[in-house]
């Protein structure tokens, strides 16, 4: 399992996540939390986003110093519940453009159903990190990173806020050159597909929705 997805341990992640699987933890706290788990998780799974040197001049001498290269990063959150980690990762990288897949979980054969689908143009030189809170069966995740790949990105990242051992196994073996982050792998899947013991709907706790 540890080299199928990176878990970040970070005290503070661990801790907000305690708060967003209490049963009685509101809404409003909820979509707070996520984003502020969304922000910590952003800065690991941007880690290794490629620099080159630049010649810039500070009040006091000129001097080489990094800076991103290449075309601008893309989020692309998997509706509805991917849109609450958005936010926090363009605060850390105003300038990413943000494409959207529509999928729902079919309730009978727990398989992804796509609805819709916008990505920015010319997609083939960026970077993507595809972004939902929960990596359950591993269907809709799998099948929205398909997708993407038929745009050629130069790279895709998976994040996550939890995971089940079944989705990241059957995630792997779709994608097995796709890393994926998390803040945590769980027990299991229930037989209604829901991670155990998991923080409940992930999309209704950000939403208020049932």
Do not use: W
């Given at each position: 399992?540890?080299d199928?997805?990176?878990?970040?341990n970070?005290?503070?992640?661990?801790?907000?996540?305690t708060?967003?699987?209490r049963?009685?933890?509101?809404?409003?706290?909820f979509?707070?939390l996520?984003?502020?788990?969304?922000?910590?998780l952003?800065y690991?799974?941007?880690?290794?986003?490629?620099?080159?040197?630049?010649?810039?001049?500070?009040?006091l001498?000129?001097?080489?110093?990094p800076?991103?290269v290449?075309?601008?990063?893309?989020?692309?959150?998997?509706?509805?519940?991917?849109i609450g980690l958005?936010d926090?990762?363009?605060?850390?990288a105003?300038?990413?453009r943000?494409?959207?897949?529509?999928?729902?979980?079919?309730?009978?054969?727990?398989?992804?159903v796509?609805?819709y689908?916008?990505?920015?143009?010319?997609?083939?030189?960026?970077?993507?990190?595809v972004v939902?809170?929960?990596?359950a069966?591993?269907n809709?995740?799998?099948e929205?990173?398909?997708r993407?790949?038929?745009?050629n990105?130069r790279?895709?990242k998976?994040l996550c806020?939890?995971?089940a051992p079944?989705g990241?196994?059957?995630?792997?073996?779709?994608?097995p050159?796709?890393?994926?982050?998390?803040?945590?792998?769980?027990?299991k899947l229930?037989?209604?597909?829901?991670i155990?013991?998991?923080?409940?709907?992930?999309?209704?706790?950000l939403?208020?929705?049932?």
């Amino acid at each position: 399992m540890d080299d199928k997805i990176t878990v970040i341990n970070h005290p503070l992640i661990q801790h907000k996540l305690t708060l967003m699987r209490r049963r009685q933890t509101s809404t409003a706290k909820f979509r707070s939390l996520m984003s502020e788990v969304a922000l910590l998780l952003g800065y690991e799974v941007t880690r290794e986003l490629p620099l080159e040197m630049q010649t810039i001049e500070t009040p006091l001498t000129e001097m080489e110093a990094p800076h991103l290269v290449g075309k601008k990063l893309v989020i692309v959150p998997i509706l509805r519940a991917g849109i609450g980690l958005v936010d926090s990762l363009l605060h850390l990288a105003p300038s990413a453009r943000v494409g959207h897949i529509g999928l729902y979980r079919d309730p009978e054969t727990l398989e992804p159903v796509e609805y819709y689908l916008k990505v920015p143009e010319k997609m083939h030189d960026r970077d993507v990190i595809v972004v939902d809170p929960m990596l359950a069966t591993g269907n809709s995740a799998a099948e929205a990173v398909a997708r993407i790949k038929e745009f050629n990105p130069r790279s895709i990242k998976f994040l996550c806020l939890l995971a089940a051992p079944e989705g990241v196994d059957h995630f792997n073996d779709v994608h097995p050159d796709v890393p994926m982050y998390t803040a945590a792998v769980d027990e299991k899947l229930n037989e209604k597909g829901y991670i155990i013991p998991g923080l409940g709907d992930a999309g209704d706790r950000l939403y208020g929705t049932k």
